[in-house]
């Protein structure tokens, strides 16, 4: 019987290899590009929020399948979302990724879904840079979006 870490490599090979809402928005859409030199990861965001919903989402850039398998998952997990939800669903995966930004603890009742196949990443330090790029570059979008 496959063991759970197989199942996590699976879900991040199919981020990797499908990723989910690839492409680009037109403005007044918000752009934000995020790197990670160590690595040689680049994300693009292009965010688009309506009504305080993040009407829609794309990703580009390139880089090791846990960066974007990452923001594949996040681009899924935040589209459609209120933004208040975006910003703890944000500080919550950070949490899970051993990132403490000194904010109150997550709520973490809620099912994560195909996000939880990445925290197995957070045994490899070097790693959650990877993970974590996204989710950086969104936030910036957000701040800008929102400004
Ligand atoms: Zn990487």
């Known amino acids: 019987m496959p063991g759970l870490e197989d199942l996590y490599r699976e879900i991040i090979l199919d981020h990797y290899k499908s990723p989910r809402n690839r492409g680009s928005l037109e403005p007044p859409a ?10 040689g990861d680049e994300i693009e965001v292009y965010l688009a929020v309506t009504d305080g919903i993040i009407s829609d989402i794309k990703i580009g850039g390139q880089g ?6 990452s923001a594949s998952m996040m681009s899924a997990a935040v589209k ?4 208040a ?3 703890a669903l944000i500080s919550r995966f950070k949490h ?8 109150p603890e997550p709520d973490t009742s809620a099912p994560l879904g195909d996000l939880e196949a990445l925290q197995g990443v957070v045994k490899f330090p070097v790693r959650i840079k990877c993970a974590v790029l996204s989710w950086n570059t969104l936030a910036e979008a957000l701040e800008t979006a929102t400004a």
Do not use: A, F, Y
């Open 30 to 39: 918000v752009r934000t590009e995020g790197h990670n030199p160590l690595c």
């Open 96 to 103: 899970m990724m051993s990132i403490d930004e000194g904010g």
């Open 64 to 69: 090791c399948s846990i960066s974007q398998s």
């Open 80 to 83: 459609g979302k209120p933004i």
């Open 85 to 87: 939800d975006v910003r």
